[in-house]
């Protein structure tokens, strides 16, 4: 049984239909104060003895990560044998450390509460593998990005691009999955004082189109300004491409002035750009484990 969170249902139900699971009829409400209660409709979602469940919850907000606790104790509640958490997108998970002292390690203590009330999780792409470890209970991760080559159309000597010498193996995963093409990475410059200049590290990208990739975008300002420079230089189109389209505030805006042909993202978070889905990567990991 397939158990959608608010933010991830059409994801859920994608991956529902991959797997031939039946997808959990789920119960919400807002009370007066602002406290959420959901749960699984027991009347309308059928739970045999010794059922696993799969709760698919992409934690984008604060509600959706109490959502996703609220949830698993609502399988455990109805016997459900096995809980098996999937986190398309993880919430707080960029803060992996204490940046200052007295400061919290905030994706540890959201991995300890997620892992409290299931047997193994699932993350799609986190931005740091060692996150994995925060958790207290099996945690696997699943790589997306090879999904992104999808929506791209036939490409002129097509370069992809990472937005860094460490993201180098994403853009690697994309251009595997597209078939052919360049691979190469963006570096920063220090000019003179606070000035740094965005540069591609040893292509010409003039009459060829760019693939941008990257595993999250959330204000969109850097690759914005990577799209105006490859514009500078002559390239052709620019598609952005990221597993995780956060999107915040007005970043879509700043890709489009900034002269990007598309945005592709996957459904991890969805979004109008969600043009390609995740869930057959996480049914192999799901299938993997039965």
């Keep these: 049984m397939i158990v959608s969170g608010r933010s991830s249902q059409s994801l859920a139900a994608a991956l529902a239909a991959d797997l031939g699971e039946s997808l959990a009829d789920i119960q919400r409400v807002r009370f007066p104060d602002g406290e959420i209660r959901v749960g699984v409709d027991l009347d309308g979602s059928r739970i045999d003895a010794g059922e696993r469940a799969i709760l698919v919850a992409a934690t984008t907000t604060h509600d959706a990560f109490v959502e996703a606790l609220e949830l698993q104790d609502a399988l455990g509640e109805a016997g459900v044998a096995e809980i098996t958490t999937v986190l398309p997108y993880m919430g707080y998970a960029r803060q992996d450390r204490a940046f200052e002292p007295g400061q919290p390690v905030t994706a540890r203590a959201m991995a300890r509460a997620i892992a409290s009330g299931t047997d193994r999780v699932i993350v799609v792409n986190p931005h740091e593998e060692a996150i994995t470890e925060f958790f207290d209970v099996s945690c696997t991760t699943v790589d997306a990005a090879s999904r992104l080559a999808i929506p791209l159309p036939d490409l002129a000597d097509p370069v992809f691009f990472a937005p860094d010498a460490g993201a180098t193996a994403l853009a690697e995963t994309v251009r595997d999955a597209y078939g052919t093409g360049a691979v190469d990475y963006f570096e920063k410059i220090r000019q003179s004082g606070e000035e740094i200049e965005i540069s591609p590290h040893d292509t010409d990208v003039r009459g060829r189109d760019v693939v941008l990739v990257d595993d999250i975008v959330a204000t969109g300002a850097t690759m914005a ?15 952005a491409t990221c597993v995780h389209p956060v999107l915040a505030g007005n970043a879509y805006t700043q890709l489009v002035r900034a002269g990007v042909e598309a945005v592709y993202g996957t459904d991890t978070i969805e979004r109008p750009v969600s043009a390609v889905s995740a869930a057959p990567a996480i049914a192999c990991a799901l299938r993997e484990r039965t």
Excluded at 233 to 238: I, K, Y
Aim: proline share 0%; glycine share 20%.
């Design 225 to 239: 300004e990577t799209i105006s420079i490859l514009g500078e230089r002559g390239a052709g189109r620019v598609f």
